[in-house]
């Protein structure tokens, strides 16, 4: 009867968040913002992406406050982006005018600009690393200092920060088509909610805001059977794109007259699936379609399968729940599904109630039918 | 903490689109209207609908009440008043009578509401055709169409499978003989209150991003068959083991002593509204309370 007591609920309620506190607090460490912001690139990375909320400092308070749980960081971003007003919009942002930091192409060997591995895990033996149990702050200033005048000394010419895109490469050689650019403002799902047939533009901003976890599960079963695809990462770039909003005195629309209000680190991918193009006399070419993924910060899964899933959703005809766009544009989001699913902890006294007021009369039923089935044999 | 939030937390634009939503809604008596429904403090699928409806609609006059499942004190009731009465400093009650809006899971009260009140019930499933059509755009058009054979048919089989309707709470309803409407999950005991219910009711589903509504006076009929009726749940004999009330919903309960089923009112401010009224002038006071 616990927790529906016909009164004192709310006193167990206090305790109750009492006794959070408590669990947050219990072991005397207080945990430094800054520490959070310092270390935990990928989680704030990854919550921020989830949150449609960019601020490493918000998404670090998030995380204090939700014990470092994602789901509960990005619950309590994404009530705290509810009360914020739309004051600018900003100008489109070219990820060609990306200040670069990794950039890889599985298709090219050679790129235009060249392949850049930057920093990544990817390469790494995921081997324990006991040493970081007694890392020191000396110790870290030393390898700083060490790793700031080896890059200096070093006599290689210093790339270019911006590289052209693969994917022009390939328009260029008439392997891809070439399509026009389309400015039209982007629907906003946050606006005006999801109706469908949905847009590409709500598609990809569900995907962008969905949970990273699912987002890659969906995307793991459209390559894995439940799909057609075997894309290629056409292009995988990470780093800084600059946001200029339009001067909100003049209303100017002229790009000299705007202003650059900041960077915001996102991650790119531009996936290539090949398919079968059927052309005149029957003649069968083979071209490439391309998948669009980008997601706040460094979370290089998460934008590979937000690729995979557009161009699933692309396909049209649903013949896989991949390709279903209710299926997989509804069930993604991590505020949605992580609060139905944890609503079913609340009390449903009376709703079972009445259900098994209908289990009891149809087992009446039952009876009484049995009764007359009896007499019939008899 | 509270000067980090607007007055009822939303921005005023925020309330001002959701008020739009209602509005349209009250027009179009239980047609769903979707809006930008926003991410809000409390869970999704926790009575989000309900509490942006709240939000949007109240003032620094409103009298406030919040049930769920029947209680005023139940877990999610509490929380909810308490994160209203934070952001907008209004008074709360527990009498239905007093309250200018009345927040409600999976309830409507058992005192009959007047004209003027508005109650806001909360909603986890807004479609009542998703059942049998899981798809948002088919249903859409079965709507326009009024095209509901599917949901005579999903009757038919239960009366052909358990001989009764084995709807549990939730038991659709025609609004105003044009659209069929998920009425929350009341119990089938509370479909007959919406009704030409004198007050303005209004149904908000924040997962699903859907506001409807009943306005006063509306025709509401649950769905049924003339040689198989709509039923409601019966507590047949039995009365409240605490305000002697029947012909109220009940709350079955075990009593640890005995092992048996006693029964109270599901309803606990209408239970403690009888058992005020039951006890004699100056009399002790009721230690189960």
Redesign the interface.
């Given at each position: 009867m616990g927790y529906v007591a016909v009164k004192g609920g709310t006193r167990a309620i206090e305790e109750s968040i009492k006794r959070l506190k408590y669990e947050r607090l219990k072991n005397g460490t207080v945990l430094d913002v800054g520490q959070i912001e310092g270390g935990m690139r990928s989680l704030i990375d990854q919550v921020m992406s989830e949150s449609s909320l960019y601020s490493p400092l918000l998404a670090s308070l998030a995380i204090k406050q939700a014990e470092g749980s994602p789901e509960e960081a990005v619950f309590l971003l994404r009530a705290y982006r509810s009360t914020l007003p739309r004051k600018h919009y900003s100008r489109v942002a070219e990820p060609e005018r990306m200040r670069v930091e990794r950039r890889i192409s599985a298709s090219f060997k050679d790129i235009p600009g060249g392949q850049v591995l930057g920093a990544t895990t990817d390469y790494t033996h995921r081997l324990l690393d006991f040493e970081l149990m007694s890392e020191t702050e000396e110790a870290v200033q030393r390898w700083l200092s060490d790793f700031y005048e080896d890059s200096f000394r070093s006599d290689e010419k210093v790339p270019s920060e911006y590289f052209p895109k693969v994917l022009d490469y390939l328009r260029k050689e008439g392997l891809m088509e070439i399509c026009e650019i389309d400015d039209t403002e982007p629907d906003d799902v946050t606006k005006k909610s999801l109706k469908f047939p949905s847009s590409r533009s709500q598609r990809l901003q569900i995907l962008t805001r969905g949970q990273t976890g699912a987002v890659t599960s969906l995307a793991y079963a459209v390559i894995r059977g439940y799909g057609t695809l075997h894309p290629t990462v056409g292009e995988l770039r990470v780093g800084s794109l600059p946001v200029y909003i339009d001067d909100p005195v003049n209303e100017s629309q002229e790009e000299e007259e705007s202003y650059y209000i900041g960077d915001v680190k996102v991650s790119e991918a531009e996936m290539l699936v090949p398919v079968t193009v059927e052309k005149e006399r029957g003649i069968e070419e083979v071209e490439f379609e391309v998948g669009y993924g980008i997601c706040y910060g460094q979370n290089e899964t998460k934008a590979i399968a937000m690729g995979i899933l557009d161009n699933s959703l692309e396909q049209g005809e649903a013949r896989y729940p991949t390709q279903d766009e209710e299926f997989v544009l509804y069930h993604i989001d991590s505020v949605e599904s992580t609060g139905f699913i944890s609503h079913l902890k609340m009390p449903h006294y009376v709703t079972f109630q009445s259900k098994l007021d209908s289990a009891r009369k149809t087992k009446q039923t039952e009876k009484v039918r049995e009764g007359q089935k009896d007499e019939i044999t008899l | 903490m509270k000067s980090h939030?607007?007055f009822a937390?939303?921005?005023e634009?925020?309330k001002r689109e959701i008020r739009r939503a209602t509005l349209k809604a009250i027009a179009i008596p239980g047609y769903q209207v979707?809006?930008?429904?926003?991410?809000?403090?409390i869970?999704?699928?926790?009575g989000?609908g309900g509490l942006q409806l709240t939000l949007s609609l109240i003032g620094k006059e409103d009298v406030l009440k919040v049930i769920?499942?029947?209680?005023d004190?139940?877990?999610?009731?509490?929380?909810i008043k308490k994160l209203v009465s934070h952001t907008a400093g209004i008074r709360s009650t527990e009498e239905t009578e007093e309250a200018t809006i009345i927040q409600s899971?999976?309830?409507i009260p058992e005192v009959p509401l007047k004209s003027g009140q508005i109650l806001v019930l909360q909603v986890?499933m807004p479609e009542p055709l998703r059942v049998y059509e899981?798809?948002?755009?088919e249903t859409?058009k079965l709507h326009a169409e009024k095209e509901y054979s599917g949901a005579w048919v999903m009757l038919f089989e239960h009366i052909m499978k358990?001989?009764?309707?084995?709807?549990?709470?939730?038991h659709p309803v025609m609004v105003h003989n044009r659209y069929v409407m998920a009425p929350s999950?009341?119990?089938?005991?509370d479909n007959p209150k919406m009704d030409h219910s004198k007050a303005l009711i209004l149904l908000g589903a924040g997962?699903e991003?859907k506001i409807y509504a009943v306005p006063p006076y509306t025709r509401v009929k649950s769905i049924d068959f003339d040689d198989s009726p709509f039923?409601v749940?019966?507590f047949e004999d039995k009365s409240c083991r605490l305000c002697g009330s029947t012909g109220v919903?009940?709350?079955?309960?075990v009593d640890d002593q005995s092992g048996e089923a006693v029964y109270?009112c599901?309803d606990?401010s209408y239970?403690l509204a009888q058992m005020n009224k039951n006890m004699p002038v100056g009399g002790t006071s009721n230690e189960q309370?």
């Open positions: - | 939030y607007n937390f939303f921005d634009g925020s979707p809006f930008a429904s926003r991410e809000m403090p869970a999704r699928g926790w989000t769920d499942q029947g209680s004190e139940s877990v999610n009731a509490v929380n899971r999976h309830r986890p899981p798809s948002e755009l859409k358990y001989g009764t309707a084995a709807t549990g709470a939730d999950p009341i119990p089938r005991f997962r991003k039923r749940e019966s919903f009940m709350d079955e309960i109270q599901n606990t239970c309370v």
